[in-house]
């Protein structure tokens, strides 16, 4: 678990979204990217215009880019 504080935060505005169950953890160079997986319950919420309000959200809390990890199984309890 990182301790960046912008990890809870972003965590927050998920659940806040409908996107229980997500992990976020802070990637590129500069600290730049909240890659963000989710179980496969999570995905729906996050394609389309509402997926791009969820990311807007999260760039708010400090990062620059948000990214979706593509794996399914990155997270060992996620649906697939």
Do not use: C, T
Request: charged share 30%; net charge negative; hydrophobic share 45%.
């Amino acid at each position: 678990m990182s301790d960046d504080p912008r990890v809870p935060q972003a965590l927050r505005v998920l659940v806040e979204h409908g996107v229980g169950g997500a992990e976020v953890s802070v990637e590129g160079h500069e600290q730049e990217i909240a890659a963000v997986r989710v179980p496969g319950e999570g995905w729906e919420r996050l394609l389309g215009d509402e997926g791009a309000r969820i990311a807007a959200a999260v760039k708010q809390v400090g990062f620059r880019y948000v990214a979706l990890d593509l794996e399914i199984d990155a997270n060992p309890d996620a649906i697939g």
